[in-house]
């Protein structure tokens, strides 16, 4: 992966309940002008339908348009890519952005990961940062988890990837749920090395 490409995130979304972490990590990249390459599951587009008043059309070009003008992002700032949409940049080496995150992460996205199935763009994504040698961070947001599920985030971890639970903390008191949403996001964004003031930080 080239220098080029350190501006550039690739975040994918799958059908995990938690699909506000997914999109406030989104519109945050987009505040700190990161280019940002998204994808949606098939299921993540219902979740984010029943879980938010976000209301993605069904086309990727349109929810790069409509995403766009929801968080301000500039022109070609923002792009939505399909599931089978393997010309994409985020398919391949020579091309896909040094990290990525899979928030929310679903267990079946997980395994797919885990064994490299690659059966979508998200998985070989995830596939291709890896390989790469990379940056990638999985969000699960499941409970309790199984023997398999621990299994395959163990098969991660020691493959170099972060498994960071959608488990925020409460010692900052939240009262919002939009502040428990930021811890997580706070703690992805920490992950990049990107600097952030979302949530109060532990002894400051």
């Given at each position: 992966?080239?220098?080029?490409?350190?501006?550039?995130?690739?975040?994918g979304?799958?059908?995990?309940?938690?699909?506000?972490?997914?999109?406030?990590?989104?519109?945050c990249l987009?505040?700190?002008?990161?280019?940002?390459?998204?994808?949606?599951?098939?299921?993540a587009?219902?979740?984010?339908?029943?879980?938010?008043?976000?209301?993605?059309?069904?086309?990727?070009?349109?929810?790069?348009?409509?995403?766009?003008?929801?968080?301000?992002?500039?022109?070609?700032?923002?792009?939505?890519?399909?599931d089978?949409?393997w010309?994409?940049?985020?398919?391949?080496?020579?091309?896909?952005?040094?990290?990525?995150?899979?928030?929310?992460?679903?267990?079946?996205?997980v395994?797919?990961?885990?064994?490299?199935?690659?059966?979508?763009?998200?998985?070989?994504?995830?596939?291709?940062?890896?390989k790469?040698?990379?940056?990638?961070?999985?969000?699960?947001r499941?409970t309790?988890?199984?023997?398999?599920?621990?299994?395959?985030?163990?098969?991660?971890?020691?493959?170099?990837?972060?498994?960071?639970?959608?488990?925020?903390?409460?010692?900052?008191?939240?009262t919002q749920?939009?502040?428990?949403?930021?811890?997580?996001?706070?703690?992805?964004?920490?992950?990049?090395?990107?600097?952030?003031?979302?949530?109060?930080?532990?002894g400051?």
């Amino acid at each position: 992966m080239s220098m080029a490409n350190d501006k550039r995130i690739t975040v994918g979304m799958t059908g995990a309940s938690g699909a506000q972490y997914g999109l406030r990590l989104v519109e945050c990249l987009v505040r700190a002008d990161y280019q940002v390459l998204v994808m949606f599951t098939r299921a993540a587009q219902i979740v984010v339908g029943s879980e938010t008043d976000c209301r993605l059309p069904g086309r990727t070009a349109e929810q790069t348009r409509y995403l766009s003008s929801l968080y301000g992002a500039r022109d070609g700032q923002l792009r939505v890519y399909g599931d089978e949409e393997w010309t994409s940049p985020v398919a391949s080496g020579s091309g896909a952005p040094r990290r990525m995150a899979v928030c929310p992460a679903s267990m079946a996205t997980v395994s797919a990961i885990a064994c490299g199935a690659s059966e979508n763009l998200l998985e070989r994504a995830a596939d291709v940062v890896i390989k790469e040698r990379g940056n990638l961070v999985v969000v699960p947001r499941e409970t309790p988890f199984s023997a398999i599920h621990l299994e395959n985030m163990l098969r991660l971890s020691r493959l170099g990837v972060t498994i960071l639970p959608a488990n925020p903390g409460f010692y900052n008191r939240p009262t919002q749920v939009e502040a428990l949403v930021d811890f997580i996001v706070a703690r992805v964004l920490d992950q990049f090395g990107i600097e952030n003031d979302l949530m109060a930080r532990w002894g400051l």
